[in-house]
């Protein structure tokens, strides 16, 4: 992931409830498990918003109605030890299939291995039991339920 490069990346908040869908992740180098919205890396010549239709229909299966932008933040991190640098154009969407509201989890995959999602609370972000990236992101999706 280290390049000097600023990436562009969607991600998808659906809700649930007071409930979020997440994916865990894992930095080894801090030793940090953490969590984030389904999305990723947008493509030269693509728009951010085509991008997270693409990404949810590949890695979930999940097609989406209603997206809307809801802000983009700056992301400076450091992940397994290396630099990153992203804009993450963060959207609000329903998913088409409403059946995805009732599943616990959502296996989806990404480069051919699996990847789990799964609806977790919003306030247990809050408290610091669990972390969720990208930074800002809690305090933009608390703001906008208020």
């Not at 940090?32 to 890695?59: K, Q």
Request: aromatic share 8%.
């Amino acid at each position: 992931m280290s390049t000097s490069r600023i990436r562009g990346k969607s991600v998808c908040v659906l809700t649930r409830r007071d409930q979020i869908l997440v994916g865990p992740a894992f930095d080894p180098t801090k030793g940090e498990d953490f969590y984030c919205p389904p999305g990723g890396g947008i493509e030269f010549g693509e728009r951010a918003i085509d991008a997270i239709h693409r990404e949810m229909r590949e890695e979930l299966q999940i097609e989406l109605d209603d997206v809307e932008l809801v802000a983009v933040l700056e992301s400076i991190f450091t992940y397994d030890g290396c630099p990153g640098h992203e804009l993450v154009f963060v959207f609000r969407a329903r998913a088409t299939d409403p059946t995805i509201y009732e599943r616990d989890e959502i296996m989806g995959e990404e480069n051919g291995q699996p990847m789990p999602t799964r609806w977790i609370a919003l306030d247990q972000f809050a408290n610091g039991s669990l972390r969720l990236y990208p930074d800002g992101l809690f305090n933009l999706l608390q703001t906008a339920a208020h």
